[in-house]
Antibody, heavy 118, light 111 residues
Framework: EVQLVESGGGLVQPGGSLRLSCAAS????????MHWVRQAPGKGLEYVSAISSNGGSTYYANSVKGRFTISRDNSKNTLYLQMGSLRAEDMAVYYCARGQVGANFDYWGQGTLVTVSS | QSALTQPASVSGSPGQSITISCTGTSSDVGGYNYVSWYQQHPGKAPKLMIYEVSNRPSGVSNRFSGSKSGNTASLTISGLQAEDEADYYCSSYTSSSTHVVFGGGTKLTVL
């Protein structure tokens, strides 16, 4: 059974940093691109970042470019999102998702909440 | 990158059919057959319902179908059931640097 479990969310002050993790199981992690998608409270889905299966290519939304870094450790079956210079508008539930050809996401984690507040 | 355009809400009675539209541009919806649809119940993670315009993942009811014409994709749900009440999001591959864009979401109410 495919499982994606996010962790690392919490309360952080504006300007602070946080690292999210997504532990994957039930599939060959190193064969799939992985993605982060976020959802602000009461709002729609927003694409955040992607990383290729071997980690060689990364993509970012303009809203997070230069502040967030996506990475992966295929030996640990884990995806990461290092978030810096956090702003109030970054407050959201962050989901990791497995990517398929054609940029669709067939499995999602349960999400982890990031709250940015002083 | 601009979000794809979806109606904010649609509604229908049990047993009826509804269609949700998703309008983009030739750089996303119109340019590629890589439109996906997701269902999200309150407090839950999104669930893939349709991929590559009209394909259903294993386990998704055949009451859900997708299509595309030009820059507009559509999700049709036939034989509406109470459990279909949820938010629905479209997404598409895009030629922009992020490669993916979502629609703003549509709230489906089953009357």
């Amino acid at each position: 059974e495919v499982q994606l479990v996010e962790s690392g969310g919490g309360l952080v002050q504006p300007g602070g940093s946080l690292r999210l993790s997504c532990a994957a199981s039930g599939f060959t992690f190193s064969s799939y691109a992985m993605h982060w998608v976020r959802q602000a409270p009461g709002k729609g889905l927003e694409y955040v970042s992607a990383i290729s299966s071997n980690g060689g290519s990364t993509y970012y939304a303009n809203s997070v470019k230069g502040r967030f870094t996506i990475s992966r450790d295929n030996s640990k079956n884990t995806l990461y999102l290092q978030m810096g210079s956090l702003r109030a508008e970054d407050m959201a539930v962050y989901y990791c998702a497995r990517g398929q050809v054609g940029a669709n996401f067939d499995y999602w984690g349960q999400g982890t909440l990031v709250t940015v507040s002083s | 990158q601009s979000a794809l355009t979806q109606p904010a809400s649609v509604s229908g009675s049990p047993g009826q059919s509804i269609t949700i539209s998703c309008t983009g541009t030739s750089s996303d919806v119109g340019g590629y057959n890589y439109v996906s649809w997701y269902q999200q119940h309150p407090g839950k993670a999104p669930k893939l319902m349709i991929y590559e315009v009209s394909n259903r993942p294993s386990g998704v009811s055949n009451r859900f179908s997708g299509s595309k014409s030009g820059n507009t994709a559509s999700l049709t749900i036939s034989g509406l059931q109470a459990e279909d009440e949820a938010d629905y999001y479209c997404s598409s591959y895009t030629s922009s640097s992020t490669h993916v864009v979502f629609g703003g979401g549509t709230k489906l109410t089953v009357l």
